[in-house]
């Protein structure tokens, strides 16, 4: 199966963007409340061990964009995922921390 999306808005889009578009059809008591929960304690975690950015800022994935990652990646429960442009690395740690959780997967991420 193939994905195809607009990376100019997905890159755009604020964690509370990508909260209303997980959210959107869901009712409260909604498994994928403990999902954003997940991802919120391990955005937190990142935030605090970042120390400094080899790449531009600009560079790195929104938080919303890696929301959505570790989302899509805790509920399809893939094998693999290859990511091209690395970067700081902050949408490659989501979705590792992802497949941790899974306790299957792994992420491929390749830069030059």
């Known amino acids: 199966m193939?994905?195809?999306?607009?990376?100019?808005?997905?890159?755009?889009?604020?964690?509370?963007?990508?909260?209303?578009l997980i959210l959107l059809p869901i009712r409260n008591n909604s498994p994928l409340r403990s999902l954003i929960k997940e991802f919120e304690i391990f955005s937190n975690m990142q935030k605090k061990l970042i120390q400094a950015e080899t790449y531009p800022h600009s560079w790195n994935s929104g938080e919303g964009l890696r929301l959505l990652l570790f989302a899509f990646i805790r509920i399809t429960k893939p094998e693999n995922v290859i990511e091209t442009g690395t970067a700081n690395g902050h949408s490659t740690a989501a979705m590792a921390h992802a497949f941790e959780l899974n306790g299957n997967g792994k992420v491929h991420s390749f830069d030059i």
Do not use: G
């Open 2 to 20: 193939s994905i195809s999306y607009d990376k100019e808005y997905l890159l755009s889009l604020t964690k509370e963007d990508a909260k209303r």
